[in-house]
């Protein structure tokens, strides 16, 4: 071992990173006349990044997150319409590998 240790993010964390809570870079499902998103995974360098230098926290696939010791999905998906698609958005999550849910680790730093 390394002696670092990593863990889920928290729903917390999120929130708190987040530079717009809606964000025009959002990847969700919008189908608006000749306006098509959410229709493909895009990269994750996409937009701008936040406090802590990750782009993408919302939309595109939902993540991971502990909420209070429960595994929760948030921040919506590409799947999820663009009006319920927000850093808020959390919904309980099984757990189980799915195409539109993904993870993000964090390192816990010693002060």
Same mark, same amino acid.
């Given at each position: ?6 863990? &889920? ?11 717009? &809570? ?82 993000? &680790? ?6």
């Amino acid at each position: 071992m390394n002696g670092l240790s990593f863990s &889920l993010i928290s729903v917390l964390i999120l929130y708190s990173g987040v530079v717009k &809570l809606e964000s025009p870079d959002r990847n969700c499902f919008l189908k608006y006349g000749g306006i098509e998103k959410g229709t493909e995974l895009q990269k994750t360098t996409n937009g701008k990044p936040n406090s802590y230098g990750l782009a993408s926290t919302v939309g595109n696939v939902q993540e991971w997150a502990y909420d209070n010791n429960l595994l929760v999905a948030a921040g919506g998906s590409r799947q999820t319409p663009m009006n319920d698609c927000r850093v808020t958005t959390v919904t309980a999550h099984s757990g189980q590998a799915d195409e539109f849910t993904g993870f993000r &680790l964090v390192r816990e730093l010693q002060r």
